[in-house]
């Protein structure tokens, strides 16, 4: 029996860990092919790749152009096309409420770089490889990051 995505490459950033591992583990079960991706190559559960035949893993920091596109070519390179973008990886900083000088420029600077510069790298990247392919929806998904608080 097919599986939802058999035949489709999907890069997931941010995937070594808690909901982007999840999301990169699930997407394997259903027969995408998978390149995982983080700043560090530490994994929070088993290593995707040494379980999955399609599973692939490169090292990259989003917030880098050229990191952003060394991921784009590594799944092209690897399996020819990138069908599935979901970009995941993000930074998030805990400030308590009473401590708003904390949030200095340096903090919001990362931030938006990791949630939101990141994301649109991949975006640049990925798009116009989806829309070589003749994809006219592109299947791009972002993931949003929120600090909690405590009461």
Known sequence: MPHQFDGLTAIVTGSTTGI???IARALLDRGARVLCNSRSSDWE???L???YDDAAYLRADVTVPGEAA???R???ERWGRVDILVNNAGV???IAHD????ATDEVWTAMLQGNVLGAWHMVQECAPLMQQ???RQHHQHHLDRRGGTQG
């Open 45 to 47: 559960g088993p290593d």
């Open 99 to 102: 401590d708003l000088a904390s």
């Open 92 to 94: 998030t900083r805990q």
């Open 49 to 51: 790749t040494t379980q």
């Open 20 to 22: 982007g591992y999840a």
């Open 70 to 72: 060394d991921l784009a």
């Open 133 to 135: 392919q003749g994809w």
């Open 74 to 76: 590594a799944a092209v």
